[in-house]
């Protein structure tokens, strides 16, 4: 079974629509995140949630909602895409705040045409 | 302050020799460290972990070594194998107090035949 999974692999899509990307966790994690991986390969954060409630939000566009339905479930919306949005977005999960792993989904390709 | 990665370093190395790659991380108050790979189209794996309590951690065929006065880690991989070539980070992170995994610029590793 896989720990983090993350839907869908690949999504490509016109400048200006409207697209979601779905996790989900069956690790039992209390905690969720949403990473953006670059060309460069360079990961990083965009939110964190824990026991559903927000706790990381960094900087990014309003355009982005995340929604986290259960502890489980870590949701991504975007709202008019742009091409510079085009990148791997990785899902990931860790049991906590502590000093614990943190385990990742495969990731979702975004392209924005 | 946060690492920001211009460019992906490359460590080209003969298969059956060891590799060595480092990483310097930005954080004085990170107190917990984590080297993941991660392969072509996958999500960052995890290989081995270490807190600041300790200078040295070793694994199966990997150690990681931790500075901290100079804030460098680094990771050793022992008789590398084809199946190492993929590209490293380091992650680091205050144990307590903030959920905020900050990664490295990432390292790719070429083991030559």
């Known amino acids: 079974d896989t720990a983090v999974s993350q839907t869908p692999k690949y999504l490509v899509t016109q400048m200006g629509n409207d697209k979601s990307i779905k996790c989900e966790q069956n690790?039992?994690?209390?905690?969720m995140y949403w990473y953006k991986q670059d060309s460069k390969k360079f990961l990083k954060i965009m939110f964190s949630?824990?026991?559903?409630?927000?706790?990381i939000n960094e900087t990014v566009p309003n355009r982005f909602s995340p929604k986290s339905p259960d502890k489980a479930h870590l949701n991504l919306h975007i709202n008019s895409l742009e091409l510079g949005d085009s990148a791997v977005y990785f899902c990931?999960?860790?049991?906590?705040?502590?000093?614990?792993?943190?385990?990742f989904g495969s990731g979702t390709q975004l392209s924005v045409l | 302050g946060e690492s920001v990665g211009l460019h992906l370093p490359t460590l080209s190395v003969q298969e059956g020799d060891n590799s060595i790659i480092n990483c310097a991380y930005s954080n004085s108050a990170s107190d917990y460290f984590i080297w993941y790979k991660q392969e072509s189209g996958k999500g960052p794996q995890f290989i081995i972990d270490?807190?600041?309590?300790?200078d040295k951690r070793q694994g199966q065929r990997v150690t990681v070594l931790l500075n901290k006065t100079v804030k460098h880690l680094s990771l050793q991989i022992a008789a590398t194998q084809p199946g190492d070539s993929a590209v490293y980070f380091c992650?680091?992170?205050?144990?307590?107090?903030?959920?905020?995994?900050?990664f490295g610029t990432g390292t790719r590793l070429k083991v030559l035949a």
């Open positions: 690790l039992g994690h209390d905690t």
């Open positions: 949630y824990n026991n559903k409630e927000l706790i």
């Open positions: 990931a999960s860790s049991l906590g705040g502590g000093a614990e792993k943190l385990f």
């Open positions: 992650a680091e992170k205050a144990r307590t107090g903030t959920y905020k995994y900050i």
């Open positions: 270490i807190r600041s309590n300790m």
